[in-house]
């Protein structure tokens, strides 16, 4: 494999030599080698080939090290305009061909993309090594860091300085050189798991289909779940029969509704078990790799774990505090869990099933509380939530905060069909981003829900640059005349995916360094915030609208979604914090040895008494987040996140107008446009007037 990947880089880099010498292949053919003449500059993915990502990336690297070189080779004495802002403003190149490339490994895999990405990681790891471990790099930034307040700096200057310090020492650059060596290599590898344990999953995902031929087996499930299994089967060449995915828009309408006990066991050890059979695909010893080469390089930093290493950029700042808040509220939520257990064994027991509630048995007997309790069926609900109709939902929430308006465009190239693509304009119609939004699920695409951006919002050269952000989902696709219809977990994350939208197309500031920058803790909370709207009354009675008579929800169906809100909590928030526990379990090892991966999760999962009815949302080796997905050591951050968000839209709702302009606009300000200013707690505290209180958050899941 080794002498494989030299050889092709070898090729490579000899292919990208001969094309520097020829002028059209350097500027005509290659669309990142010049200037995008798109409408807003949004890349040219009508004209961007597989071929042209190598060369890019190649020459973007080029182009970097010599503005390093620049730098680095100045006579004069270092000053914030001749090191920290060039710093700050090299490498555009190179950002802009990762942000098409990577962004689109993420949506639009395909077998020659993922050579890329294996050929390409590593080098771009040493890339970012090289600079890190500068030498006359940092020592210059050291010299400035080290005379900031003598420099008549304004405020932000002194936050940039202080800020590429310390990534600075966090990337290694006051190793000594022997130390610096070994973490490049560690780097390297982490980089090539990360991506083996990604390409694992997507063969997972998409490999597993349960095809149901008999009609009686479809027993219990609601004609939309058939027939979009039916439109499935079709698609896969199998006629006349019904075929369920691991995709969520499947497999979850099947645990609801399904009767067929057997087969949601079948469907529900599938997901639960992917990675994790002993085959090509299994991400066992993926995962062992990953966690022993964390802390080596925690370790080398100066830290006794990795979760050290990662909190301490955080809010949070160190585990013991992620641990206290995790454990406190693991507490209450394992209580209303346990009585949730009950409610549904009584429903078994009724029904004379002669069985213990399992965990694949859950959202089926949930579902059937639901019914009882609230009189709600989410089958009844979709028909009010089409996708076109959440859309504007959304749309209209932030025109009533912020004034700003969207417009659908036809003439913007897209990197796959049925991605759309919308202007956002300033109330007083002035440019302010682009949106992108892919909805559904394919074979190419991971699962799950994301926001990113093609282009960070910022400035080059004194003239603005505007944002160009994209979001991508997995939602329920439409089938023959029904358009799609979303559930209502699906209306909230399409809410949620909007506000870190938002918090994109708002993102503001002089310094690519700290424009838009916020802890990994924080970042959730623009996004959470706006899943409150959702399912407000006065939101609902705007969009959510039948899909075929245009009814407006009636008002008892608004009353019993009110009613059904704390709905579930015990299982909804008792599997996220431990999946959150777990995370900071494995990244909180100090010992080098080897680990049983699965005897690892086994043991903590009975050390903190999670109960047997359900497990966590994601069991090891297929919990993307925190070992490919950047979320390592803080998949915590969206319940931390969900204490500032339950009190921001407290405000809201304490001030008797959920669309108050005079919230919306400090909401702006301080937590999504200048939230880089300053740290994210003091961003927050000048939007709230207070710290935020834990009480709104309790209320809010019933917990309390």
Excluded at 21 to 35: E, H, I, M, R, V
Excluded at 229 to 251: H, I, V, Y
Excluded at 581 to 589: C, E, I, P, R, S
Aim: charged fraction near 30%.
């Amino acid at each position: 494999m080794k002498n494989k990947s030299f050889l092709f880089m070898a090729a490579m880099i000899l292919l990208f030599a001969a094309c520097k010498n020829t002028k059209k292949s350097a500027t005509g053919d290659n669309p990142f080698l010049s200037d995008y003449t798109t409408p807003f500059q949004v890349p040219p993915f009508d004209k961007i080939d597989t071929s042209h990502y190598m060369p890019a990336f190649m020459e973007g690297m080029k182009q970097h090290n010599a503005e390093i070189d620049a730098i680095v080779n100045n006579a004069e004495e270092p000053t914030f305009d001749n090191t920290i802002l060039k710093l700050d403003k090299s490498g555009k190149m190179l950002t802009k061909v990762s942000n098409v490339f990577f962004n689109l490994t993420g949506a639009n895999k395909n077998e020659r993309m993922q050579a890329i990405e294996m050929e390409i990681s590593p080098i771009l790891s040493k890339h970012s090594d090289e600079i890190g471990m500068n030498e006359k790099l940092f020592k210059r930034i050291k010299t400035i860091y080290d005379k900031r307040m003598d420099m008549k700096l304004d405020p932000q200057q002194i936050r940039v300085v202080e800020k590429y310090y310390k990534d600075f020492e966090r990337t290694g650059a006051n190793l000594p050189k022997d130390k610096q060596e070994e973490l490049k290599k560690i780097n390297s590898e982490l980089t090539v798991e990360q991506l083996n344990f990604s390409n694992n999953l997507l063969v997972e995902n998409k490999d597993f289909k349960l095809v149901i031929d008999k009609k009686e087996d479809l027993a219990g499930l609601p004609q939309s779940s058939i027939d979009a299994a039916a439109t499935t089967a079709k698609e896969a060449k199998m006629d006349g029969k019904w075929m369920f995915t691991l995709d969520k828009s499947s497999w979850i309408p099947f645990l609801q509704y399904s009767d067929k006990r057997d087969l949601r066991e079948k469907i529900y050890r599938a997901w639960f078990m992917r990675c994790n059979n002993g085959n090509k695909s299994d991400n066992n010893e993926i995962i062992k790799k990953l966690v022993k080469l964390r802390l080596q390089k925690a370790q080398l930093l100066g830290f006794k774990y990795f979760a050290a290493y990662v909190i301490d950029n955080n809010m949070a700042k160190t585990p013991e505090a992620v641990d206290a808040f995790l454990s406190n509220l693991w507490k209450a939520t394992l209580l209303k869990a346990k009585d949730e257990v009950k409610e549904m064994q009584k429903i078994i027991d009724k029904e004379g099933g002669k069985f213990k509630l399992q965990s694949w048995d859950w959202w089926y007997y949930a579902e059937k509380v639901r019914k009882e309790k609230y009189d709600m069926e989410e089958s009844v609900m979709k028909p009010y939530f089409s996708l076109s109709n959440v859309r504007d939902g959304m749309f209209h929430v932030a025109n009533k905060l912020y004034g700003i308006t969207f417009e659908m465009k036809t003439d913007l190239p897209v990197y796959y069909p049925g991605v759309e693509t919308f202007e956002v304009k300033e109330a007083d119609g002035k440019h302010l981003g682009i949106l992108y939004f892919d909805y559904y699920p394919r074979d190419s695409k991971r699962g799950g829900a994301w926001c990113t951006s093609f282009q960070n919002a910022g400035w080059d050269n004194g003239k603005k640059v505007d944002p160009i952000v994209s979001i991508c989902c997995n939602f329920t696709k439409p089938n023959g005349d029904i358009p799609a219809l979303l559930n209502w977990d699906e209306t909230t994350t399409f809410f949620h995916e909007f506000g870190h939208g938002l918090h994109g197309l708002f993102s503001e500031g002089k310094y690519n360094r700290t424009a838009g920058n916020v802890p990994q803790d924080y970042v959730e909370m623009p996004s959470q915030i706006m899943e409150n709207w959702a399912s407000e009354p006065e939101v609902l009675r705007f969009y959510a609208k039948h899909y075929k008579t245009a009814e407006v929800i009636p008002e008892a169906l608004i009353e019993k979604i009110q009613k059904s809100g704390q709905f579930n909590q015990g299982f909804e928030t008792g599997e996220y914090i431990a999946a959150s526990l777990l995370d900071m379990a494995f990244h909180t090892v100090t010992d080098l040895k080897d680990i049983n991966v699965q005897e690892f999760e086994k043991q903590y999962m009975t050390k903190i008494g999670i109960i047997p009815e359900f497990i966590p949302r994601y069991r090891s080796t297929y919990f993307s987040h925190i070992w490919d997905g950047g979320y390592w050591a803080g998949y915590y951050v969206y319940l931390w996140a969900a204490v500032l968000d339950a009190d921001a839209f407290n405000a809201f709702k304490s001030s008797g107008d959920i669309y108050n302009k005079d919230l919306a606009a400090k909401l702006r300000n301080y937590c999504l446009q200048n939230v880089g200013e300053d740290e994210g707690m003091v961003q927050y505290k000048k939007f709230r007037g207070q710290e935020p209180s834990l009480e709104p958050l309790l209320k809010k899941r019933g917990l309390k």
